[in-house]
Each structure stands twice: as structure tokens, then as C-alpha cells.
């Protein structure tokens, strides 16, 4: 009778250790299948958003010979490219981007030769009241060369 409850003891045992390998087996299986995408470095979106930031602040406070703002007086006359020219003049060297506008409920539109990114981007948005139009004014931009 001890005999048959050895034999059951080493029946059980063997159960746990198929069953112990499988869990192993199953949750490496599991984590070798997941897939996690490189992400964008903070410092790299922070230096993309703060150049994007500067470069429209720069732009909005441009002031022209007759002491009016540059950018109000473009997009109040219908000037696009000239208002986006100013704006992508504002970025620094490492920083390219593309200038897109809309007015009132318009979709938009990019303005200028625009480029495609060849990586990933951030685009800030800002709105400007002239005239009694809403315009609105993304600025699209990214690292040029290698990144951040």
C-alpha cells in the first residue's frame, strides 16, 4: 500500500513539472512575440516643440517699416506663402518643417514647396485673429539629418 502512494506521489510531480514547463514555455513564447516600437527620445520632441514654438512667436512679433506685425499683415492681405516664408525663416538651422494654413472653417492646406518628412515630426498649432477671420497656422517640423 506505501508502494502505490509513492507511485501517485511521482505521478503528481511529473504532472506539476509538464505543467511548470509550459507555463515557462508559453510566457517565453510570449515575450519574445512582443513587438515594442522604438519611440521618439523626450529631448528630441522638447527641442522639436520649442523650436516650432520660437520660430512662431519670432514670426508673430516680425514688425515691417510701417510699424504693423509682418505676419497679421500678410495673412490680412491673403499672402500665404509670404506669412509661411516668414514663419520656416524663423527655425533654426537643425530644424526644417512645412507651413500649413486654413481661415475660418476652410480645411488645410500646406503653403509653399513643403517636403515630406523622413522620420517622425510634431506639429504645432496656433490661431490668429485678424480681421475678423480665425486663421489657423500649423507648423510641421523635424530634425534635419540624423535626429535629435
Same mark, same amino acid.
Given at each position: 500500500?506505501? &508502494?502505490?502512494? &509513492?507511485?501517485? =506521489?511521482?505521478?503528481?510531480?511529473? $504532472?506539476?513539472?509538464?505543467?511548470?514547463?509550459?507555463?515557462?514555455?508559453?510566457?517565453?513564447?510570449?515575450?519574445?512575440?512582443?513587438?515594442?516600437?522604438?519611440?521618439? /527620445? %523626450?529631448?528630441?520632441?522638447?527641442?522639436?516643440? $520649442?523650436?516650432?514654438? =520660437?520660430? *512662431?512667436?519670432?514670426?508673430?512679433?516680425?514688425? =515691417?517699416?510701417?510699424?504693423?506685425?509682418?505676419?497679421?499683415? *500678410?495673412?490680412?492681405?491673403?499672402?500665404?506663402?509670404?506669412?509661411?516664408?516668414?514663419?520656416?525663416?524663423?527655425? /533654426?538651422?537643425?530644424?526644417?518643417?512645412?507651413?500649413?494654413?486654413?481661415?475660418?472653417?476652410?480645411?488645410?492646406?500646406?503653403?509653399? $514647396?513643403?517636403? %515630406? /518628412? /523622413?522620420?517622425?515630426?510634431?506639429?504645432?498649432? *496656433?490661431?490668429?485673429?485678424?480681421?475678423? *477671420?480665425?486663421?489657423?497656422?500649423?507648423?510641421?517640423?523635424?530634425? %534635419?539629418?540624423?535626429?535629435?
Amino acid at each position: 500500500m506505501e &508502494k502505490s502512494a &509513492k507511485s501517485t =506521489d511521482a505521478q503528481v510531480h511529473m $504532472i506539476e513539472m509538464i505543467t511548470l514547463f509550459w507555463l515557462f514555455f508559453l510566457c517565453a513564447a510570449f515575450v519574445i512575440q512582443l513587438q515594442v516600437p522604438d519611440t521618439n /527620445p %523626450i529631448a528630441s520632441d522638447s527641442a522639436l516643440l $520649442i523650436a516650432a514654438e =520660437d520660430a *512662431h512667436a519670432l514670426a508673430s512679433a516680425e514688425i =515691417d517699416e510701417n510699424g504693423n506685425f509682418t505676419m497679421t499683415t *500678410h495673412l490680412a492681405a491673403e499672402e500665404r506663402e509670404e506669412a509661411c516664408t516668414i514663419l520656416l525663416n524663423s527655425l /533654426p538651422e537643425t530644424v526644417t518643417g512645412n507651413c500649413w494654413l486654413a481661415v475660418d472653417a476652410e480645411p488645410m492646406g500646406r503653403e509653399g $514647396i513643403g517636403e %515630406i /518628412p /523622413p522620420g517622425q515630426s510634431l506639429t504645432v498649432m *496656433h490661431l490668429h485673429s485678424v480681421n475678423g *477671420h480665425l486663421w489657423t497656422i500649423g507648423l510641421q517640423v523635424w530634425h %534635419i539629418g540624423s535626429g535629435a
